[in-house]
């Protein structure tokens, strides 16, 4: 069973560009959670979706950052309009059901210069 | 969720084992206690979790304390590939869904 995966592993954007993260999840995993880890800082919450719908958004900044875990496909953070301070690790985390242990994949490494 | 409270970080040497310390004076009676670790450059890996009961896997032991305000990860024979953060996490089980929160953690560093 392959677990999380997560890519790009690394992505490069110049400020004012639009990242893409794409996580798909652990087979028979429909809960996934994005986390953001900023340098020399700890991880936080961004969001929770479940297939098709976000649970908790609580995390995510309130402008350029959206989520989505379409019905097909895997989960997708988007940035639109990179500045420097969205540089960090984005991990994506995926569990069979609520409340249950999370699987982490490997990350994205974003960078904006 | 409750606040937990762990030492910045902590040293062992290799093939020793190692408690790793957590508090938790506020949790509440329906609060599991995880634990998470995350090697240099990866992401976060589960390690355990428990309620009241003691806990044992291939990874690790959880013993939690009997009024349970503290916990103790102990890892039986530490490997330089045990050298990561460790998190101690609680969840409320009635909660359902919750987003895992992360403190600080426990840096442990382990000679050879």
Redesign the interface.
């Given at each position: 069973n392959a677990g999380?995966m997560q890519n790009p592993r690394h992505l490069v954007r110049r400020r004012g560009q639009e990242a893409r993260l794409r996580c798909s999840p652990m087979k028979g995993h429909s809960?996934v959670?994005w986390?953001r880890q900023l340098p020399e800082e700890?991880?936080?919450?961004m969001v929770?979706l479940?297939k098709e719908n976000i649970?908790?958004e609580s995390?995510m900044p309130k402008e350029r950052f959206s989520a989505e875990f379409p019905k097909e496909g895997p989960s997708i953070l988007r940035i639109q309009q990179v500045v420097r301070g969205d540089s960090a690790a984005y991990?994506c985390?995926s569990s069979p059901r609520?409340?249950y242990?999370?699987?982490?994949?490997?990350?994205t490494r974003l960078t904006v210069t | 969720d409750a606040k937990t409270t762990q030492p910045n970080s902590m040293e062992s040497n290799e093939e020793e084992p190692v408690h790793l310390p957590c508090n938790h004076s506020t949790i509440s009676g329906t609060d599991y206690i995880h634990w998470y670790r995350q090697l240099p450059s990866q992401g976060p890996e589960y390690v355990i979790h428990g309620l009241t009961s003691n806990v044992n896997n291939r990874m690790a032991s959880l013993a939690i304390a009997e009024d349970r305000k503290s916990s103790t990860l102990i890892l039986h024979r530490a490997t330089l590939r045990d050298a990561a953060v460790y998190y101690c996490i609680l969840r409320d089980r009635n909660n359902a869904g919750n987003m895992l929160t992360f403190g600080g953690g426990t840096r442990l560093m382990v000679k050879p």
């Open positions: 999380v809960h959670y986390y700890g991880l936080k919450f929770y479940q649970i908790d995390g991990f985390a609520t409340a242990e999370q699987y982490f994949g490997p990350g | -």
